[in-house]
T-cell receptor, first 115, second 110 residues
Framework: KQEVTQIPAALSVPEGENLVLNCSFTDSAIYNLQWFRQDPGKGLTSLLLIQSSQREQTSGRLNASLDKSSGRSTLYIAASQPGDSATYLC??????????????FGKGTSLLVTP | NAGVTQTPKFQVLKTGQSMTLQCAQDMNHEYMSWYRQDPGMGLRLIHYSVGAGITDQGEVPNGYNVSRSTTEDFPLRLLSAAPSQTSVYFCATTGGYEQYFGPGTRLTVT
């Protein structure tokens, strides 16, 4: 079974800092990897999707990288703002899943950006 | 274009009661799924469907039932609620690449 681990579990940084969230997965036979943001009591908002053939994706201040062979992805947030405070979830879709398009989720990194 | 909608947003049940969580999508996607999210556990797959009339079990299917009569709707039924089913439930859909999630239903079973 694909295991997805996110480190750190929680992170607190002052506004303006650049930061990196880490995600690792045990089975490198993935189809794609998706980063989500979840605000307290809310649903999941998709941030970035990286296909297995890609190395990185960028959207605004966010950059996600993928190293499939080592089973790692990072989410880089530049110039953090208090509005970035949320839980960030990493999810992997396996290449030959017997659950169709199901995702395996990490437990998330809870980010707090202080003014 | 509402995307994925879920009702109700909140629900409190007594042990042994049954209920149906509703999920609808207007994206014309074939694949739909249900997850539950528990503190410290991450999201786990309950059931999924690859199209109307086709459903299958995920990682934690016990105590839940699903059916898929239309492309748009994928209801999740709790047959006899138990306190262990207290959780936040998310419905999701995908057209093959990105997954889109509903806003969730927060369920408490007392």
């Amino acid at each position: 079974k694909q295991e997805v681990t996110q480190i750190p579990a929680a992170l607190s940084v002052p506004e303006g800092e650049n930061l990196v969230l880490n995600c690792s997965f045990t089975d490198s036979a993935i189809y794609n990897l998706q980063w989500f943001r979840q605000d307290p009591g809310k649903g999941l908002t998709s941030l970035l999707l990286i296909q297995s053939s890609q190395r990185e994706q960028t959207s605004g201040r966010l950059n996600a990288s993928l190293d499939k062979s080592s089973g790692r992805s990072t989410l880089y947030i530049a110039a953090s703002q208090p509005g970035d405070s949320a839980t960030y979830l990493c999810a992997v879709r396996h290449q030959n899943s017997n659950s169709g398009y199901a995702l395996n989720f990490g437990k998330g990194t809870s980010l707090l950006v202080t003014p | 274009n509402a995307g994925v909608t879920q009702t109700p947003k909140f629900q409190v049940l007594k042990t042994g009661q049954s209920m149906t969580l509703q999920c609808a999508q207007d994206m014309n996607h074939e694949y739909m799924s249900w997850y539950r999210q528990d503190p410290g556990m991450g999201l786990r797959l309950i059931h999924y469907s690859v199209g109307a009339g086709i459903t299958d079990q995920g990682e934690v299917p016990n105590g839940y039932n699903v059916s898929r009569s239309t492309t748009e709707d994928f209801p999740l039924r709790l047959l006899s609620a138990a306190p262990s089913q207290t959780s936040v439930y998310f419905c999701a859909t995908t057209g093959g690449y990105e997954q889109y999630f509903g806003p969730g239903t927060r369920l408490t079973v007392t």
